[in-house]
T-cell receptor
Framework: GENVEQHPSTLSVQEGDSAVIKCTYS??????FPWYKQELGKRPQLIID?????GEKKDQRIAVTLNKTAKHFSLHITETQPEDSAVYFC?????????????FGKGTHLIIQP | DAGVTQSPTHLIKTRGQQVTLRCSPK?????VSWYQQALGQGPQFIFQ???????QRGNFPDRFSGHQFPNYSSELNVNALLLGDSALYLC????????????FGSGTRLTVV
């Protein structure tokens, strides 16, 4: 099955700086890569996603890049703000044959220092 | 527009007991997936239901079973509870199997004592 590795487990950055979280996946058939933000005690919320036919996607301060050859994808947050503090999870999905479940990384605790 | 709703929000059970968790998908969604999230870990896929059938299953024992009803709502049943089953159980809904964009509920916090 699919395996997703996520690094780092904890990331502390100064407010206003950029943050980068990286994930690798094992199955080249994976075609969908979402990123979720989970605040303490709350549900995971989709913040951005990318499909395998796209190399990069941006949404205001958030961007995701995908390198299919190397099987890794990254989340980039620019001009970080205190409300960006949360746990971020990457995930990957293998399509077809009823295989719809997402495989998640272990998460990155992002801390924004004032 | 109601999102994904789960009940109950919290539950305490004794080892060996059985539990049923419930999920109502987001309006317009017809596919429901269940995930187990242990403390400090990412969610782990349990199984997915579409058209009232289990379509895919993660690496979970048969003690974990489910059901989907004609109105697309779903139940997760866990038998013979173990201490290790203590976790946040998340339900995610989407529109049809293979779609992009999953919406998560707030989860049920299960504590087994």
């Amino acid at each position: 099955g699919e395996n997703v590795e996520q690094h780092p487990s904890t990331l502390s950055v100064q407010e206003g700086d950029s943050a980068v979280i990286k994930c690798t996946y094992s199955d080249s058939a994976s075609n969908y890569f979402p990123w979720y933000k989970q605040e303490l005690g709350k549900r995971p919320q989709l913040i951005i996603d990318i499909r395998s036919n796209v190399g990069e996607k941006k949404d205001q301060r958030i961007a995701v890049t995908l390198n299919k050859t190397a099987k890794h994808f990254s989340l980039h947050i620019t001009e970080t703000q205190p409300e960006d503090s949360a746990v971020y999870f990457c995930a990957a999905r293998i399509p077809g044959g009823g295989a719809d479940g997402l495989t998640f990384g272990k998460g990155t605790h992002l801390i924004i220092q004032p | 527009d109601a999102g994904v709703t789960q009940s109950p929000t919290h539950l305490i059970k004794t080892r060996g007991q059985q539990v049923t968790l419930r999920c109502s998908p987001k309006s317009g969604h017809d596919t429901v997936s269940w995930y187990q999230q242990a403390l400090g870990q990412g969610p782990q896929f349990i199984f997915q239901y579409y058209e009232e059938e289990e379509r895919q299953r993660g690496n979970f024992p048969d003690r974990f079973s489910g059901h989907q009803f004609p109105n697309y709502s779903s139940e997760l049943n866990v038998n013979a509870l173990l201490l290790g089953d203590s976790a946040l159980y998340l339900c995610a809904s989407s529109l049809r199997q293979g779609a992009f964009g999953y919406t998560f509920g707030s989860g049920t916090r299960l504590t087994v004592v």
